[in-house]
């Protein structure tokens, strides 16, 4: 199941445009819309909760967003952050129903230390998410894969993931998600050619200059 966690915001009816978002802002509250289930719904985000709890937030964390003590089950879709200020300048909700299915991107969590990384290979992690669908109650908040199996030159690709029964990846199933290399090592130069030129640069310091 998803982490779910909570946010409070009021509802915003009125002084819409960029002066009112001003003023929002500088009153401690983020301008937001809730899209999804029909009309969109304005509100403002507390602005310090939300600078605390946002980098929990992953594309499949379900939000309870409270507006007036209106709860709204809601995914984080887009923020706009003014990096130079360091303010969040507006949020995107979705709302999801509870008898539909969703699609969410899930993180991939790798386990384990693979036995060909033991005997000198190194893990790459190809894929970082999936594309999945289900029931909201049904969301995973990542999904976890044992790679400790996994020999050099060995692979886990996205059909071989587990998930819940309800839970469909539509991500292609030959999209390989972790690896492992082996290391490559450069050739020294044969000791030969080393050799030959040091006896180059040899000769050619003890030759005479011509005029």
């Given at each position: ?145 044992d790679v400790s199996a ?62």
């Amino acid at each position: 199941m998803s982490d779910k966690v909570t946010l409070s915001a009021k509802s915003r009816t009125t002084d819409f445009g960029s002066a009112g978002s001003r003023r929002l802002i500088r009153a401690g509250y983020i301008p937001a819309v809730i899209y999804g289930k029909q009309a969109p719904v304005h509100c403002a985000v507390n602005a310090k909760e939300f600078g605390m709890k946002m980098h929990t937030f992953t594309g499949s964390t379900l939000v309870t967003l409270s507006v007036d003590g209106t709860d709204h089950t809601v995914f984080v879709k887009n923020y706009q952050e003014n990096l130079l200020k360091g303010i969040i300048q507006h949020i995107d909700f979705y709302e999801v129903t509870a008898g539909s299915k969703v699609r969410a991107h899930v993180v991939i969590e790798l386990v384990g230390t693979p036995a060909g990384v033991r005997n000198g290979g190194v893990l790459d992690q190809v894929l970082h998410e999936v594309d999945i669908e289900c029931l909201p109650k049904d969301l995973p908040s990542e999904i976890k894969v044992d790679v400790s199996a996994l020999e050099l030159n060995e692979s886990i690709r996205v059909g071989q993931l587990a998930v819940a029964e309800g839970v469909k990846i539509h991500t292609p199933e030959d999209e390989t998600v972790a690896t492992v290399k082996a290391v490559k090592v450069e050739e020294a130069a044969p000791a030969e050619d080393a050799a030959a030129a040091e006896s180059a640069d040899t000769a050619a310091a003890a030759a005479p200059e011509t005029k």
